[in-house]
């Protein structure tokens, strides 16, 4: 049987995401983590775990969050995640299956880093597509989640002005 990006978003019963793609969350630790740092507004469940896909040309646009996000590979096409520290380093890490080819299973986007994401493209767009799973601790809340501004990007990131003008809405 041959999956698609339809298939999975049916059979894993996925909704549409803000940041783009499709999104299923799998997981809500039952117990909340109390005593966090100030950036957040409150308690946080210990964890939450998600499916995310991204059919190309779809792209997750330039955002953040305050915790720590696990990316996970899963299936289909290999994932370019676009990385900007506070500090203004540019890091691409491609999730996929080809260690020989430099791609990794799991990747770390430290909390605070702005990040967006792509399935990386070929000759069959319409058959494009990475199915990844994201785990956030301390779990993920709306509340913590920041989409970019393409004009304060570009001001305190010059620098990265292809990729901002690219991956913003």
């Known amino acids: 049987m041959k999956y698609d990006a339809q298939y999975f978003v049916k059979c894993l019963d996925m909704s549409p995401h803000p940041e783009g793609g499709w999104y299923k969350e799998t997981y809500r630790s039952a117990e909340n983590a109390q005593g966090l740092p100030q950036r957040f507004s409150g308690e946080r469940s210990f964890s939450t775990g998600i499916y995310f896909l991204l059919r190309y040309p779809q792209f997750s646009a330039f955002h953040r969050i305050k915790s720590d996000e696990m990316w996970h590979f899963y299936s289909g096409s290999p994932l370019n995640v676009y990385v900007i520290d506070s500090e ?3 890091e691409v890490i491609n999730l996929g299956p080809d260690i020989e080819q430099g791609e990794r299973f799991q990747a770390v986007v430290k909390a605070g880093n702005w990040f967006a994401s792509q399935p990386v493209g ?18 993920f809340d709306f509340n913590d989640f920041e989409m970019a501004r393409a004009d304060d990007l570009l001001k305190e990131f010059p620098q990265h002005a292809e990729w901002i003008k690219k991956y913003c809405r």
Not at 122 to 131: R, T
């Open 122 to 139: 070929g000759d069959d767009a319409e058959e494009i597509y990475s199915l990844v799973g994201c785990t956030v601790s301390p779990g």
């Open 88 to 90: 203004g380093h540019f």
